[in-house]
């Protein structure tokens, strides 16, 4: 499995892409992010080893909790055009993290480390020219280590919740570490958040590129910033339909129309104009913490998933994916208890998620879109967050 990342910024875009061959003795991660100048590239390598097939679960990865705000820029602005590296810290066990600075020649810079594959910062222009921080995060890796909400690491091995903590494949029930309630959550106890990964500065002609990878073994973990909330956002989710979640916020099986109800997002709507209402789904959500079934044709690559535009500083945010749904997550359960960059704490609903993936529960679900991995097939996925802005 592979997977790339591509920014670009005439407007600046994000790009996550997965590959995965379906391996017996084990599975290489890539993640790769890279920052073009003035059009969008990805850099793409595939390989995989397959030793013995055997039909298995696909474990999706996506970048998670990438929680968008209007932070203040933190800190120094490196060299224009550069990737800087620097020590950010050290593990509990010791071994040293690094963070990765790649910034390019106007000066929009995103800050990596390769604990977790933390976007740390992602700094981009409003419509004055003027930089600031729109991702949630911490100053070291410390504040990773000790993180519970996932902020802007990767995912996995399968994004979302599993219930029960449990799935069976091929007539044998496999069992996963429980850290959400009695369900598994992004991965379980030490997912791929809480992964040191490899770091690799690559070679680019068009802008600044980085490679992280990471080998996650065959059967790996199957154990038995702030200046306001983001209630005025408008949002666009391209979905007529999402699936409704039960007092553990497991989807129910259901797929429910928007129309008429609070989930409605098919025209610009501000994020908080009806996130208090008397409705039971946002009750046991706290919030919007749901997934939304996305408008998609067959055969066709990427397509528009959401997009966001912040009316004071005029930024505005893209995702556009290949996979089937979306997870809109409103930071229902941000207490304003543990602080972030620059010692700010992050109050309840002071950012937002928006998480391309299969639909939470999968493996229990007969009737979502199967995550199932048969011998010979691969799972390739692309995500891309396009920032661009607004006059």
Same mark, same amino acid.
């Given at each position: 499995m592979a997977a790339v990342a591509g920014v670009d910024f005439g407007t600046l875009s994000v790009r996550v892409s997965t590959r995965r061959v379906n391996n017996f003795a084990s599975e290489t991660v890539l993640h790769q992010v890279k920052l073009p100048e003035l059009r969008r590239a990805a850099l793409r390598k595939t390989f995989g080893r397959g030793i013995r097939m055997k039909r298995m679960l696909l474990f999706a990865i996506f970048t998670g909790a990438l929680l968008m705000t209007t932070l203040a820029p933190i800190g120094a602005t490196p060299q224009p055009g550069s990737t800087t590296k620097k020590s950010f810290g050290k593990t509990p066990d010791g071994q040293a993290v690094d963070l990765y600075v790649l910034t390019n020649k106007t000066g929009a810079e995103v800050s990596i480390t390769n604990y977790g594959g933390?976007?740390?910062?992602?700094?981009?222009?409003?419509?004055?020219?003027?930089?600031?921080?729109?991702?949630?995060?911490?100053?070291?890796?410390?504040?990773?280590?000790?993180?519970?909400?996932?902020?802007?690491?990767?995912?996995?091995?399968?994004?979302?919740?599993?219930?029960? $903590?449990?799935? =069976?494949?091929? &007539?044998?029930?496999? #069992? /996963?570490?429980?850290?959400?309630? @009695?369900?598994?959550?992004?991965?379980?106890?030490?997912?791929?958040?809480?992964?040191?990964?490899?770091?690799?500065?690559?070679?680019?002609?068009?802008?600044?590129?980085?490679?992280?990878?990471?080998?996650?073994?065959?059967?790996?973990?199957?154990?038995?910033?702030?200046?306001?909330?983001?209630?005025?956002?408008?949002?666009?989710?391209?979905?007529?339909?999402?699936?409704?979640?039960?007092?553990?916020?497991?989807?129910?099986?259901?797929?429910?129309?928007?129309?008429?109800?609070?989930?409605?997002?098919?025209?610009?709507?501000?994020?908080?104009?009806?996130?208090?209402?008397?409705?039971?789904?946002?009750?046991?959500?706290?919030?919007?913490?749901?997934?939304?079934?996305?408008?998609?044709?067959?055969?066709?690559?990427?397509?528009?998933? $959401?997009?966001? =535009?912040?009316? &004071?500083?005029?930024? #505005? /945010?893209?995702?556009?994916?290949? @996979?089937?749904?979306?997870?809109?997550?409103?930071?229902?359960?941000?207490?304003?208890?543990?602080?972030?960059?620059g010692g700010v704490p992050y109050p309840r609903r002071n950012a937002f998620c928006l998480e391309t993936q299969h639909y939470p529960d999968s493996p229990n679900q007969p009737k979502f879109p199967s995550v199932i991995l048969n011998p010979g097939e691969r799972y390739h996925t692309i995500t891309t967050y396009k920032f661009s802005v607004e006059k």
């Amino acid at each position: 499995m592979a997977a790339v990342a591509g920014v670009d910024f005439g407007t600046l875009s994000v790009r996550v892409s997965t590959r995965r061959v379906n391996n017996f003795a084990s599975e290489t991660v890539l993640h790769q992010v890279k920052l073009p100048e003035l059009r969008r590239a990805a850099l793409r390598k595939t390989f995989g080893r397959g030793i013995r097939m055997k039909r298995m679960l696909l474990f999706a990865i996506f970048t998670g909790a990438l929680l968008m705000t209007t932070l203040a820029p933190i800190g120094a602005t490196p060299q224009p055009g550069s990737t800087t590296k620097k020590s950010f810290g050290k593990t509990p066990d010791g071994q040293a993290v690094d963070l990765y600075v790649l910034t390019n020649k106007t000066g929009a810079e995103v800050s990596i480390t390769n604990y977790g594959g933390a976007v740390v910062s992602l700094k981009v222009p409003d419509r004055n020219g003027k930089l600031a921080d729109v991702v949630l995060g911490y100053d070291t890796a410390d504040g990773y280590v000790n993180d519970k909400a996932y902020f802007g690491a990767i995912v996995g091995r399968y994004g979302n919740r599993i219930a029960h $903590a449990q799935f =069976v494949l091929d &007539g044998k029930t496999y #069992a /996963l570490a429980k850290n959400n309630g @009695e369900n598994t959550l992004h991965g379980g106890v030490k997912g791929f958040n809480k992964a040191l990964w490899t770091a690799k500065i690559l070679p680019a002609k068009d802008g600044q590129s980085l490679e992280l990878s990471y080998l996650s073994k065959d059967g790996e973990d199957l154990a038995g910033q702030g200046s306001g909330d983001i209630l005025g956002h408008l949002l666009t989710i391209q979905a007529d339909k999402f699936t409704p979640v039960d007092a553990a916020l497991i989807p129910t099986g259901e797929l429910r129309d928007v129309a008429g109800t609070p989930f409605d997002f098919r025209k610009p709507t501000a994020i908080g104009v009806r996130i208090d209402q008397d409705d039971e789904q946002l009750k046991l959500g706290g919030g919007y913490d749901h997934n939304y079934v996305l408008r998609r044709s067959a055969g066709v690559g990427e397509s528009l998933a $959401a997009r966001v =535009v912040e009316p &004071g500083s005029g930024r #505005a /945010l893209e995702v556009w994916t290949t @996979e089937p749904g979306v997870q809109f997550y409103t930071g229902n359960f941000l207490d304003g208890k543990t602080p972030g960059k620059g010692g700010v704490p992050y109050p309840r609903r002071n950012a937002f998620c928006l998480e391309t993936q299969h639909y939470p529960d999968s493996p229990n679900q007969p009737k979502f879109p199967s995550v199932i991995l048969n011998p010979g097939e691969r799972y390739h996925t692309i995500t891309t967050y396009k920032f661009s802005v607004e006059k």
